[in-house]
């Protein structure tokens, strides 16, 4: 064990970082990187099965943790090129380990910049986990801009409040609605990323209407984050619909491959080179993407497609409702129906299934709206604010 200056880092090595968020991240990105090594941030929030999976999966050739550096006996060396492996989130099965090239990192922190037309000046604040993309990218801008950045042990709001520097930060949903109910002003950002799940539109309204400048991103760790800013590309991404209506996403940013995963690889690019997010989306007349949903995530009930965040933003203006989320169970009747998993504001007096259906009928049609409730005290999510659908209860709750 030692610093890991003395771990004599080559080209090939790949670093697995396994230390907690803070200001000795940028020393250690710099030292990985001249090197030639690759670098692969390690969440240590998750419980240590779990991490140790995710390590070994990986197979790198040395694990830094808060006891040192030690060189595993098990490693294999980056592929050619490879300068930073960033897990997937897993919402849909095991994550995956995205391989990114320097030039894409390089291109997602310069093309957000000039975007947000931020300076190497202009303060940011860190909040989100480092080993997720959001967060990364935020450290990054220290790393490869000299911005000054704040980086904070999580995302606590009293702590968030107390800031006073910052002039950009990037959040996930679930974050800025905790900010807003507890009164937080946001007016002093020039402009607050919201990536990791959808941005839902009253969430959007609401924050705006509070004057925080927020500006809702669309990507995936495969794309290096998001590269479509309030529905239009950064400058150098192209986007296209596919005759299916699926998405598409071209540009600087993109992965090289999947560690260990050629199949996964090849199955994650169309023939000529195009990502598949595999989401479905239109593009509008002024050239605006709108995100439907995950091809995977939407039920057929009765015939019918319905989108699950659909559903989840008419029912989130109900004032009884605190959070939901929306999946399909088979149905002997309908072949799937729709279910509603409710966190209630007040959990002594939830909502009813007939109050959801009408709420969601105001908006989408009555085929859309839930014929089962489940009341439950959260909803599973991600470090990085997404809804594990997989991981809804499977009891079933209040029917039709």
């Not at 610093?3 to 940028?26: N, Q, S």
């Not at 996403?249 to 260990?260: D, K, Q, S, V, W």
């Not at 089962?372 to 659908?389: C, I, Y």
Request: charged share 25%; net charge negative.
């Amino acid at each position: 064990m030692g610093r890991l200056e003395d771990a004599g880092l080559t080209t090939g090595d790949v670093v697995a970082v396994a230390l907690p968020p803070g200001r000795d991240w940028l020393e250690i990105v710099t030292e990985v990187w001249e090197a030639g090594a690759a670098l692969f941030p390690v969440d240590v929030r998750v419980p240590e099965p779990e991490s140790t999976t995710l390590v070994r999966s990986a197979k790198p050739t040395v694990v830094l943790s808060p006891n040192g550096w030690e060189r595993t006996d098990d490693g294999e060396p980056a592929d050619r090129g490879v300068a930073l492996i960033v897990s997937t989130s897993g919402t849909a099965g095991p994550p995956k380990l995205a391989q990114f090239a320097r030039s894409a990192v390089d291109a997602a922190v310069a093309a957000s910049a000039l975007a947000l037309e931020a300076t190497p000046r202009d303060p940011w604040l860190s909040c989100l986990p480092l080993a997720h993309v959001g967060g990364l990218l935020v450290l990054l801008r220290a790393v490869l801009l000299g911005a000054p950045v704040v980086v904070h042990q999580g995302f606590d709001v009293p702590a968030f409040a107390a800031e006073r520097t910052a002039t950009f930060t990037s959040l996930v949903p679930t974050m800025l609605a905790r900010l807003l109910d507890a009164g937080v002003g946001l007016s002093r950002y020039r402009a607050i990323l919201i990536g990791g799940a959808r941005l839902p539109d009253e969430l959007a309204r609401r924050a705006r209407a509070e004057g925080a400048h927020v500006v809702g991103t669309y990507g995936l760790t495969e794309s290096f984050g998001g590269v479509i800013y309030d529905g239009r590309p950064l400058p150098g991404v192209e986007m296209r619909i596919d005759a299916d209506g699926g998405i598409e996403l071209h540009g600087p940013t993109l992965m090289l491959g999947y560690r260990f995963d050629v199949e996964g690889s090849r199955r994650a690019f169309t023939d000529d080179g195009w990502l598949r997010p595999g989401d479905a989306g239109e593009i509008d007349q002024d050239g605006r993407l709108h995100v439907i949903g995950r091809f995977d995530d939407r039920i057929n009930t009765g015939g019918e497609k319905v989108w699950p965040e659909d559903v989840e933003n008419a029912l989130r203006r109900h004032p009884k409702v605190r959070d939901v989320g929306v999946s399909g169970r088979l149905d002997p009747e309908w072949g799937e129906r729709v279910v509603a998993f409710v966190v209630p504001v007040d959990p002594t007096d939830p909502p009813t299934l007939e109050e959801l259906r009408d709420a969601a009928a105001r908006s989408l049609p009555r085929y859309r709206a839930p014929r089962e409730l489940v009341l439950v005290q959260e909803l599973p999510r991600t470090g990085s604010g997404k809804l594990r659908r997989v991981a809804l209860p499977g009891e079933p709750g209040e029917g039709e």
